[in-house]
């Protein structure tokens, strides 16, 4: 299984944060919960986000999109905001086509939000910092 290095917001030290665990990942140092930000494929997928535990962010994405790039930071934000709350999983489109199909992908950016396996909220296109913070904060409250 694929792992993220993720750098501690709170002590600036560099954690392996492994892409699929029970639990919410914390710094080995400090101990505080960080931001879990990793990648999926068609092949782990499941594994990393259709699991039970923690809500899931899915970033469908492309490198070719000006949108994608735009929306990146602002994701990443509210997986740093909300550590321990939520993952973030990214999924590349172009080297992921069976999920592209499975998730009738026909716009990057798109995003979903799963909870304990199933999809709760879908949003497809770029939108302002604002307007995605509320959008998940409602989808986390359903």
Known sequence: MNKAIIKCPHCGKSNRVPAAADGR???????????WVVEASDEDFSAIAEQPGVPVLVDFWAVWCGPCRMVSPVLDQL???????IKLVKVDVDHSPQLSARFAIQAVPTLMVIVDGKIVARQAGAAPAPVLRSWLEEALSK
């Not at 990942?25 to 931001?35: A, D, I, N, Q, V």
């Not at 997986?79 to 709350?85: D, F």
């Open 25 to 35: 990942p914390r710094c080995g140092s400090c101990h505080k919960e960080l931001p």
């Open 79 to 85: 997986a740093h905001e909300r550590a321990g709350h």
